[in-house]
């Protein structure tokens, strides 16, 4: 560390139902303690919410102080947090969610970063690939006027290390009914009063993704934003020109959930028709084998991108590379280049989008003289 920090750090974790999650949680505090060279001493805080299933309090560490709270009752995930943040002893905390990951050098790298600042931002992985990219670009996207205009930048609470005496009153002592934005608001409260957030340009954080997930629940995401928006409203912590922008910028939110359920239902159509032609004998690589295409490479490395190259490789089907806006932020098996660098050596092109695919079609008939498919022409002819 630049600067020798011996004071103590209070990692928080709401628990529900989530006993399993407690030894990584432990065992990755502790390497993370061990990475600092203990200089810096860590404690960790299971914020248990669940009432009915209680957690031992007699959890045992060698190199970290650990907490136990548990409930009577079942409060969500903010009070959860606060409950422990009552309890913390650190200067700095971190709200971290029971399955997600900090890697080893998140204290060490993340205290090394902040100096006077109220929180420090760190990169992260989210399904299995950066979150920031060419279209989400972690310089600009960290900032106020990006959350008052266009969303939550921060996919999950652990990204940041907070200092304590940062949090405001206006988060503590308002407690969300719907569980989804309290870290949206306590961000927006923190910028409000003039926090300053700095980036750490190093992966140090992973967001672990589940189909029950509250971030991908669109109508509680919706709903909480609205209860977000009154919180803000009832006590004044924006003017009025503010809160117009938060509103509208709420109205975004909804428009992109719209396009994005669009682009879900789009998908679905392409992968189950691709899940009926292999049901039936036939698919997408059989299909180019008999045209004579035996290498490939794949625009859009996606879920489909990706299905598709497992599916073309059975039927012995080289994709030889994706072509990806983000390929610079993605990290695969196959090399992954940006269009004005991708090679030209293949026997066909295969665009996986189920959006915008006629506009890309264009821009690779400047480069590509070979055919060029969407996959929803390849599988018409399945």
């Known amino acids: 560390m630049e600067k ?8 928080i974790v709401p628990i529900y139902q989530g006993k399993k999650y407690i030894q990584k949680l432990i065992k990755m505090a502790e ?9 810096v001493k860590i404690e960790l805080i299971l914020s248990n919410d669940d009432p009915y299933e209680k957690l031992e309090e007699s959890l045992l560490s060698n190199t970290i102080t650990i907490h136990i709270l ?54 992260c992985i989210h399904e299995n690939q950066q979150f920031y990219n060419a279209d989400r670009k972690f310089e600009e996207v960290i900032s106020k006027d990006y959350m008052m205009q266009k969303g939550n930048p921060i996919i999950s609470a652990g990204q940041v290390l907070i200092r304590r005496a940062s949090i405001p009153k206006v988060w503590t002592e308002n407690i969300m009914k719907t569980n989804c934005a309290d870290d949206y608001l306590l961000w927006l409260c923190m910028m409000a009063q003039g926090a300053k957030f700095v980036l750490n340009q190093n992966i140090l954080f992973e967001h672990v993704v589940h189909g029950n997930n509250l971030s991908l629940d669109s109508r509680r995401e919706l709903s909480s934003l609205e209860e977000m928006c009154e919180i803000l409203c009832k006590n004044g912590v924006f003017d009025e020109h503010g809160m117009k922008q938060i509103k509208s910028m709420c109205q975004h939110v909804l428009c992109e959930r719209i396009g994005l359920l669009e682009k879900f239902r789009e998908m679905f159509f ?31 490395d996606g879920y489909i991108g990706k299905r598709l190259a497992g599916e073309l490789k059975e039927c012995n089907i080289e994709t030889a590379f994706f072509i990806d806006r983000n390929a610079h932020y993605l990290t695969e098996e196959i090399p992954v280049y940006q269009l004005e660098e991708a090679p030209i050596e293949v026997d066909a092109v295969i665009i996986s989008l189920v959006q915008h695919y006629d506009s890309v079609r264009n ?9 060029i498919y969407t996959v929803q022409e390849v599988l018409e002819d399945v």
């Open 363 to 371: 821009e690779l008939r400047k480069k590509y003289k070979t055919q």
């Open 70 to 123: 548990n409930t009577e009752i079942n409060r969500g995930i903010q009070a959860a947090r606060i409950q422990g943040l009552e309890a913390a002893n650190g200067d700095f905390v971190v709200f971290l969610d029971q399955d997600d990951i900090l890697y080893p050098d998140y204290i060490y790298s993340q205290l090394s970063c902040i100096g006077d600042a109220d929180a420090a931002v760190c990169r």
């Open 31 to 39: 390497i993370c303690q061990e990475k600092t060279q203990n200089q």
């Open 270 to 300: 392409v992968l189950n028709k691709m899940a009926v032609c292999r049901e039936k004998g036939a698919s997408v690589g059989k299909c180019l084998w008999s045209e004579g295409i035996h290498r490939v490479c794949i625009y859009g």
């Open 4 to 11: 020798t920090y011996d004071g103590k750090v209070s990692i």
